[in-house]
């Protein structure tokens, strides 16, 4: 959302300031997005709602554009590259009965100009997102960014330029002035604080569940929910290296009469995977997914 033109020369003087870019969302999008602006001379500001970056693997597979468009931060493509598993580690899909069991089929899903530069001058990429925020986090120290946390802040944290502010949730937006003010709620010492940041452009990159887009009123076009799953995230470096040696692939889309799912092997040489089960309430609860059971 853009209220009007902004300065990249405007003076900052404390809450009251006019932000000239808020960032709503600190995933890969916010973040390569800031690390953009910022080499463009464009100061920017970046809300997460959580506390905390996750740990989780969550996405694992760049695209071309993806990948083209990181060409243009320093080194972040060719860490990447060496970072990743070898591609015929994760260039399969496996359909089987089970892990051990027999092998229904595989797909090939690299094709020859996906990695021969044919379409792009950069290949696709298998990276847990986890890896890629550190690395993205990194290039953002490198430009001068803090990460901040309320409990860090005791009560004065100052909305500037150059900071991640984990912790803030954006409640409301209001467009009637001439900048835009966005109401961010964080809890400090355990109570609730809201405060308003004033800034001229607004961007969401708050995910498929934007709460910018719900707030401006933007529908989500197409079928939603379409499917609801339970994510079991799990390190076995003895299944790692026994699919090494067996069948080594990216996804293993299991199918028996006890249990159905996807295993996605993040990197096998670690033994880090995420098993994926449907999940179809309100016949299942989250409590059928328990450690226990």
Not at 177 to 197: H, L, P, R, W, Y
Not at 245 to 265: Q, R, S, Y
Request: hydrophobic share 40%.
């Amino acid at each position: 959302m853009q209220r009007r033109g902004f300065s990249k020369e405007q003076v900052f003087k404390g809450d009251d300031a006019v932000l000239p870019v808020l960032i709503i969302g600190a995933g890969p999008v916010g973040l390569v997005l800031s690390i953009l602006l910022t080499k463009l001379g464009i100061n920017c500001t970046v809300l997460e709602r959580n506390k905390a970056f996750s740990k989780h693997p969550q996405a694992h597979f760049i695209n071309n554009r993806s990948m083209e468009i990181f060409r243009k931060i320093d080194g972040l493509v060719e860490e990447i590259q060496r970072s990743q598993p070898p591609v015929d580690l994760w260039r399969k899909f496996v359909y089987c009965t089970s892990l051990s069991g027999s092998i229904l089929g595989s797909v090939d899903h690299i094709q020859p100009q996906d990695l021969e530069h044919v379409v792009s001058p950069v290949s696709v990429a298998h990276f847990s997102q986890y890896k890629l925020t550190m690395l993205l986090l990194k290039q953002l120290e490198n430009l001068g960014f803090q990460t901040c946390v309320p409990e860090s802040s005791e009560g004065n944290m100052q909305f500037r330029e150059k900071k991640i502010l984990m912790g803030h949730e954006c409640v409301s937006i209001d467009t009637s002035n001439d900048f835009i003010t966005v109401t961010a709620s964080s809890v400090n010492n355990g109570k609730q604080v809201e405060k308003d940041i004033h800034c001229n452009i607004l961007i969401g990159a708050d995910g498929a569940g934007s709460t910018v887009r719900k707030l401006v009123g933007i529908d989500m076009r197409g079928e939603k929910d379409l499917q609801k799953l339970v994510s079991v995230h799990f390190l076995s470096k003895r299944l790692g290296q026994f699919l090494l040696k067996e069948n080594p692939g990216m996804l293993f889309f299991i199918f028996n009469t006890e249990a159905i799912g996807v295993l996605v092997a993040h990197d096998l040489r670690q033994g880090e995977f995420v098993l994926q089960i449907p999940f179809y309430p309100p016949q299942q609860t989250i409590e059928d997914f328990s450690p226990k059971v």
